[in-house]
């Protein structure tokens, strides 16, 4: 399917993710210390009522959606700018240290090109907050694919300077684009297309190797024991983050609260595995396939338009 080049139509796409986004990183949150129980949470109507508080992830997701809003592209001082801003403003939002250090020293005034070199002893991070914040990104470019990659490895390197942090947001911005260009086919054949698409452009590396392996675990397995396989985040980094949660993603793209259940199921880094599988398959069943209490739930969103 073509999808549309205008800001308008990519703008829509990626609130959309945002939703999906921002709903599993709030469910996740709030379910992460019974990650395991969330179907039986949920089935007994257990959940409690708003408002469902949202973390750092859709925090700097918010941060993106508001730079594409504005910029059309990712200008990376105006969004570096941004994630600092909002977490000066908003500090409590359950940031790493890594993520915590790095933008209060933006706010003192370093570059984010020193704070993300400089980040874990000259390392730079290969934790999962580049992916985690992606999809929007993903499904605005998802017309133009190179200009995803561009843009979404532009994101990442602010805070994310490990070719694994860059590779882990590079395969989940592909993924979110894929599946919008899907939307509408058999379930089956958009989850080729994202696998096909994700293997294909994703840079080699760690990252990739966990996404080949997760490529080919049955979708038949129990979540706990593919979580075990291929790791759901204890480690917060990307290859060990992300190959779980583009699993749970293809597994359920065509029911976005079973998607968050399996994606619980595997436990580990909750907020940020349901916060990517939300915002790649609330592309697939779009707004209407979010429960509606769920979407009424999580707390309204501050964006700044
Ligand atoms: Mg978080």
Not at 89 to 97: A, E, F, I, L, S
Not at 109 to 131: E, I, L, P, Y
Not at 233 to 257: E, I, S
Not at 285 to 292: A, H, K, Q, S
Request: proline share 4%.
């Amino acid at each position: 399917m073509n999808v549309e080049s205008t800001h308008t139509a990519r703008f829509q796409r990626a609130l959309l993710s945002l939703d999906g986004l921002s709903v599993g990183d709030s469910l996740g949150q709030l379910l992460t210390t019974c990650a395991r129980g969330a179907r039986r949470v949920i089935a007994e109507g257990a959940l409690p009522g708003p408002k469902w508080w949202h973390t750092d992830d859709t925090q700097m997701a918010m941060a993106i959606v508001e730079e594409l809003a504005e910029m059309k592209r990712i200008s990376q001082d105006s969004l570096a700018h941004r994630f600092a801003e909002r977490y000066q403003v908003d500090p409590g939002r359950g940031y790493g240290k890594g993520a915590r250090m790095q933008l209060e020293q933006i706010l003192a005034g370093d570059s984010w090109q020193q704070t993300s070199v400089a980040a874990f002893n000259g390392r730079g991070s290969k934790g999962n907050g580049g992916a985690m914040r992606v999809a929007p990104l993903g499904a605005y470019f998802a017309d133009d694919v190179d200009l995803l990659i561009t843009e979404s490895r532009a994101s990442a390197l602010i805070t994310h300077s490990h070719p694994e942090g860059v590779a882990g947001t590079v395969a989940v911005a592909l993924a979110a684009g894929a599946i919008c260009k899907a939307q509408g086919q058999p379930m089956s054949e958009a989850r080729e297309k994202l696998w096909e698409t994700v293997l294909k452009l994703t840079p080699e590396g760690e990252t990739l190797d966990g996404i080949r392996k997760a490529s080919v675990v049955p979708l038949e397995m129990e979540p706990e024991y593919a979580a075990r396989l291929l790791g759901s985040g204890y480690l917060v980094t990307a290859p060990d983050t992300v190959p779980f949660a583009l699993w749970c993603a293809a597994r359920h793209l065509d029911d976005y609260q079973e998607a968050m259940i399996n994606t619980l199921e595997g436990d580990g880094d909750c907020d940020t595995n349901c916060a990517i599988v939300g915002g790649i398959v609330a592309l697939f069943v779009g707004r209407n396939g979010i429960p509606e209490n769920w979407l009424k739930a999580r707390e309204p969103l501050d964006l700044n338009l």
